[in-house]
């Protein structure tokens, strides 16, 4: 698998890498759906439920204060894809870093790559999740609803 295949999206904030790290660890305050389980410590685990459409499972297994926090999908049910699993066993990593004074936030899902079924939506629908409503939670205190 080819790193530059991956989804990957940016956005920078007028921010403190402090201010999004914990929101990124917010997980409730950003990602739209049912999330049962903390989601703030080393090895934490949390599932994300979206009606019947979306379920996953991430455990928190990298978290570098004010600088990365990467998460290990260890189970997936996506229902609009033939493989509902495609998520199991890929990365979702947001890395932190300062840029003219404002904080930067690379988003990569390591596996989402085009060659799978959900690249489409899944990559659409990070992109407004990060790009607006975790955006919105750092920058304005709420986060907004994309979907």
Known sequence: MQQEKNFTTSTVVDKSPADAFE??????????GKIAGNTDKLNDEFSYQMGDVHFSKQKVVELVTDKKVVWLVTESKINFVADKNEWVDTKIIFDLSEVDGMTKITFTHE????????????????????????YSLITTGKGVDVF
């Open 23 to 32: 929101a990124i660890n917010n997980v409730r305050g950003w990602w739209q």
């Open 111 to 134: 596996g989402l790559v085009p060659a799978i079924e959900c690249y489409g939506g899944c990559s659409g629908a990070w992109g407004q999740l990060i790009e607006k409503s975790l």
